[in-house]
C-alpha cells in the first residue's frame, strides 16, 4: 500500500481548468480515469486524510503510486477522452457495466447489392441498418417472418444467393412468395432495395401510412372485382397488424426516445434500458457492475449514458433519453448526445404522464435483474472463495491465488507443436489475457521441452516489462535463449521514463501467484526449472495430471489428492481443460491452414486481396484455369507479369479430384475458391 502523500503534485502545480485525470500503480498500469471541470479542486478531495475518504476511494489512492493528468479545452472534451481512455486502459476501479449476454439485432445489410435481412450480434457494421436489441433471436425471426409476407426482402446468405444465379431459378421462398427472388431476376437490383427501404421505414414506426396506403388498394381491388388480389392484400395486412401487435404502444405520442433505470445497493449496480421507437418498445437490455468506485446514481446513468452512446452516431442517438437523475453536469452530456446525434437530444428526468408510468415499469425490471444477479453471484462468489482457499491449503500458499495462468501443449503427431496459456483471476477467466505460442527452439514432438520454453518465453517477457518501467533492481535479468522470445529492452540502472509509458494493459507485465501445467512431474519439473534458470522463486507451480486428476508439486515423489468433491480440484480442472481447448483450436487453426494452401499461394507476389479478387472475378479456381492472360490482367490490380506467372502455376499445379457427396454419389462441382485459394 503506498502513502497517497509521497506522489502528491506539489501546491500550484495542478491547473485550475477541465481536464482528465489517471491514476496509476507501482507497475505503471492505469488503475483510474476521471474527468473534473477543475482538475485542481477534483485532485485535491483525494489527498486529505485517508480515513475521511469513502472506503472505496481509500483503497484506490492507497493502491495508486502516481498520479497524471491531461488538460482539455470544454467539459465535453473532457467527458469523451473520459469514456475513450476507459474503453482503452480497461482500470480496474471504475465502473464497468458488462452485459449479461449478448443481445441480438434486426439487420437489413443495405451495404450489399440485393439487402439481407438477418439476426445480427456483435459490434455494428458500417452501412448496415439494425432494429433492436431484442431480448431473444426467436422474437426477430417471428416478426420477420410476417413481414415477409409483405416486404419480401432476401432472407438468405451469399453463397446460397449465389448458388440459385447458377441454378437459375429460386428457393423455396421465393415459391411460396416471402422472397421476391433478386437471384432469379424478378425483381430488379432498384426494386429489391426499395422493397428493403420500405422493410426499414416500417420497423422505424412510420407504420400508419403504410397500412392506410395498403386498406386503399384493398378498397380499389375489391371495387374493380379483383378479389384474389383484394383478398391478399386484407391478408397482407393482418400480418403487419399481427407484428405490430408483439410490440404494445406505450407512449401514444409516437415518442422516439430510451429509459434508463437503475437499481443499486452498497456493493453493485443494475441498469436497464428500453428502447421505445415510434411510441413501441422496439427494444431492451441490461447491464450489471461492481460499484468498485464511490458512485452515486447520477454518475451511474452518467456512466451508462457513456457506454450506450459512445459508439453510436446518428439515428442510434434517440431524440429523448429519459434517466431516474440527472448527471453531475447535465449540460455537458447533453451537448455530447447532440453531437453524436447530429441534432438536439433531450435530456430529462421524466416528472408525470405516459413516460413516469413507464419510467416506473423500468425501474422494476431493474430491481428485479439486480435481485436475480445477487441470487447467482452470492452462490458463485461463494465457491469461487471456497475452491481458491482449498488450492491454496493444498498446495501449501501464503494467500489464495487470485491469478493462476495454465499452460498445455498441442501438436498432431509431431507437427504443428503450439501452446496455449490461460489466466484465471479471482476464479473466472480472463479473457483478453489468454495467449498462443508456436514452438520454435526445436522441431519434433518432446512435451517437456516444450513447457520449459514456452513458461522461459512467457517470464522473459514478464522481466523485461520490470526493467522497462523500473522495476528490475539488482543484477541484470536473463537474456532470452529461445527463438520469439523477446529480450529485455535494457539491462542498465536507467529506465524508460514515465511519460513514454501509455498505461495499457501489457502483455505478460502481471505475474501470476501460481503456475499450473497440463501433465505430472516431468512437465512441472521442466516448468519448475524455467523459472529456477530466470531466478523468479516467488510464482508456485503445480501441474495437474488428466490419468487420476493428480495435482503435482516440485521436488515432490507424490502427488496431492484432492477430494473428488473438492471445489479447489473443480477448478483446477476448468482451467487446464480452458487451456486444453485453447491449445486445440489453434493447432487445428494451424494445421487447416497449411492444408488449405492451394495453387495461388505458389504464385510470387499474389497476396490475399489479390487472390479474392480472382475468385470474385471469376466465380472459381475451375474457370481461372481456363482464362487468357488478357483476361486476368481485366481484374483490378493484376498486371501482366503477375498474369503470366499465374497461368504457369495454374497450368503445373493438377486439377483437384472432384468431391463426391458421399450420401447421395453426387459429385460436387467446384464453385467457389475456399479451399484452394
Known amino acids: 500500500m503506498a502513502d497517497p502523500s509521497s506522489y502528491r503534485p506539489r501546491p500550484g502545480e495542478i491547473p485550475d481548468s477541465p481536464g482528465v485525470y489517471k491514476f496509476r500503480d507501482d507497475h505503471r498500469r492505469v488503475i483510474y480515469v476521471g474527468k473534473a471541470k477543475s482538475l485542481r479542486q477534483r485532485l485535491a478531495s483525494y489527498f486529505q486524510d485517508v480515513a475521511n475518504l469513502h472506503p472505496r476511494t481509500a483503497t484506490m489512492v492507497t493502491t495508486a503510486a502516481s498520479v497524471e493528468w491531461t488538460v482539455v479545452s470544454t467539459e465535453v472534451e473532457a467527458l469523451q477522452l473520459e469514456y475513450s481512455w476507459i474503453k482503452e486502459y480497461d482500470p480496474r476501479f471504475n465502473v464497468k457495466y458488462r452485459d449479461d449476454k449478448s443481445y441480438p439485432y434486426l439487420a437489413v445489410t443495405m451495404n450489399e447489392e440485393f439487402p439481407r435481412v438477418q439476426v445480427m450480434r456483435g459490434a455494428k457494421r458500417k452501412g448496415v441498418r439494425y432494429f433492436g436489441p431484442y431480448g431473444h433471436a426467436w422474437a426477430i425471426r417471428e416478426t420477420v417472418d410476417l413481414m415477409l409476407r409483405v416486404f419480401p426482402v432476401r432472407t438468405c446468405s451469399a453463397g446460397v444467393l449465389r448458388n440459385h444465379q447458377q441454378k437459375g431459378r429460386p428457393c423455396l421462398l421465393g415459391y411460396i412468395g416471402k422472397c421476391s427472388a433478386p437471384c432469379v431476376g424478378r425483381v430488379t437490383p432498384e426494386e429489391h432495395r426499395e422493397l428493403a427501404e420500405e422493410f426499414c421505414d416500417f420497423m422505424a414506426g412510420r407504420t400508419g401510412t403504410y397500412i392506410r396506403r395498403l386498406e386503399q388498394r384493398m378498397t380499389e381491388a375489391a371495387e374493380e372485382m379483383e378479389y384474389e388480389r383484394a383478398a391478399r392484400l386484407r391478408d397482407d395486412i393482418g400480418a403487419l397488424r399481427r407484428a405490430l401487435e408483439k410490440n404494445a404502444v406505450v407512449l401514444t405520442d409516437a415518442t422516439d426516445a430510451d429509459l434508463i433505470a437503475v437499481a443499486e445497493d452498497e456493493l453493485e449496480a443494475a441498469v436497464q434500458i428500453f428502447h421505445v421507437r415510434g411510441g413501441r418498445v422496439r427494444g431492451q437490455r441490461g447491464w450489471v457492475t461492481d460499484k468498485v468506485e464511490a458512485v452515486d446514481t447520477a454518475g451511474l446513468v452518467e456512466h451508462a449514458l457513456q457506454q450506450l452512446y459512445g459508439e453510436e452516431r446518428g439515428e442510434s442517438v434517440p431524440k429523448e433519453v429519459l434517466v431516474p437523475a440527472l448527471p453531475e453536469e447535465p449540460e455537458t452530456v447533453g451537448q455530447w448526445l447532440g453531437e453524436r446525434r447530429g441534432s438536439q437530444v433531450s435530456?430529462?428526468?421524466?416528472?408525470?404522464?405516459?413516460?413516469?408510468?413507464?419510467?416506473?415499469?423500468?425501474?422494476?425490471?431493474?430491481?428485479?435483474?439486480?435481485?436475480?444477479?445477487?441470487?447467482?453471484?452470492?452462490?458463485?462468489?461463494?465457491?469461487?472463495?471456497?475452491?481458491?482457499?482449498?488450492?491454496?491449503?493444498?498446495?501449501?500458499?501464503?494467500?489464495?491465488?487470485?491469478?493462476?495462468?495454465?499452460?498445455?501443449?498441442?501438436?498432431?503427431?509431431?507437427?504443428?507443436?503450439?501452446?496455449?496459456?490461460?489466466?484465471?483471476?479471482?476464479?473466472?477467466?480472463?479473457?483478453?489475457?489468454?495467449r498462443r505460442f508456436q514452438i520454435k527452439g526445436f522441431e519434433g514432438q518432446d512435451d517437456v521441452r516444450s513447457m520449459h520454453e514456452v513458461i522461459g518465453r512467457r517470464f522473459r517477457r514478464y522481466l523485461a516489462e520490470k526493467d522497462r518501467t523500473g522495476e528490475w533492481i539488482g543484477a541484470d535479468p536473463p537474456a532470452p535463449d529461445a527463438p520469439g522470445a523477446s529480450a529485455a529492452p535494457g539491462h542498465t540502472a536507467e529506465t524508460t521514463p514515465p511519460e513514454?509509458?501509455?498505461?495499457?494493459?501489457?502483455?505478460?507485465?502481471?505475474?501470476?501467484?501460481?503456475?499450473?501445467?497440463?501433465?505430472?512431474?516431468?512437465?512441472?519439473?521442466?516448468?519448475?526449472?524455467?523459472?529456477?534458470?530466470?531466478?523468479?522463486?516467488?510464482?508456485?507451480?503445480?501441474?495437474?495430471?488428466?490419468?487420476?486428476?493428480?495435482?503435482?508439486?516440485?521436488?515432490?515423489?507424490?502427488?496431492?489428492?484432492?477430494?473428488?468433491?473438492?471445489?479447489?480440484?473443480?477448478?483446477?480442472?476448468?482451467?487446464?481443460?480452458?487451456?486444453?481447448?485453447?491449445?486445440i483450436r489453434y493447432q487445428r487453426s494451424k494445421r487447416t491452414k497449411r492444408i488449405r494452401i492451394g495453387p495461388l499461394d505458389a504464385v510470387p507476389g499474389l497476396g490475399e486481396t489479390r487472390k479474392q479478387a480472382l475468385i470474385k472475378h471469376f466465380g472459381s479456381v475451375k474457370r481461372l484455369r481456363q482464362a487468357t492472360i488478357e483476361q486476368i490482367c481485366e481484374v483490378p490490380g493484376m498486371g501482366r507479369k503477375t498474369a503470366e506467372a499465374l497461368v504457369t502455376a495454374l497450368a503445373q499445379a493438377a486439377p483437384a479430384a472432384p468431391a463426391v457427396n458421399t450420401a447421395t454419389g453426387e459429385i460436387i462441382e467446384e464453385n467457389d475458391g475456399g479451399s484452394t485459394a
Open 500 to 583: 513514454a509509458d501509455d498505461g495499457r494493459p501489457r502483455r505478460f507485465a502481471y505475474p501470476p501467484q501460481l503456475v499450473v501445467v497440463d501433465g505430472g512431474r516431468p512437465q512441472v519439473a521442466a516448468a519448475r526449472r524455467a523459472l529456477d534458470e530466470l531466478g523468479i522463486d516467488d510464482v508456485a507451480v503445480c501441474g495437474l495430471a488428466k490419468r487420476l486428476e493428480e495435482v503435482w508439486l516440485p521436488d515432490e515423489d507424490d502427488p496431492v489428492i484432492l477430494p473428488r468433491s473438492s471445489e479447489g480440484l473443480y477448478l483446477l480442472q476448468r482451467v487446464r481443460d480452458t487451456a486444453h481447448d485453447f491449445a
Open 347 to 434: 435530456l430529462r428526468v421524466p416528472r408525470r404522464g405516459d413516460k413516469k408510468d413507464l419510467m416506473e415499469t423500468v425501474q422494476r425490471n431493474a430491481v428485479q435483474a439486480l435481485g436475480l444477479h445477487k441470487t447467482k453471484r452470492a452462490s458463485d462468489l461463494t465457491t469461487r472463495s471456497r475452491a481458491l482457499e482449498e488450492i491454496a491449503e493444498a498446495l501449501g500458499l501464503d494467500s489464495a491465488p487470485l491469478r493462476i495462468e495454465c499452460f498445455d501443449i498441442s501438436h498432431l503427431q509431431g507437427e504443428d507443436v503450439v501452446a496455449s496459456m490461460v489466466v484465471f483471476e479471482d476464479g473466472l477467466p480472463r479473457k483478453s489475457e489468454y
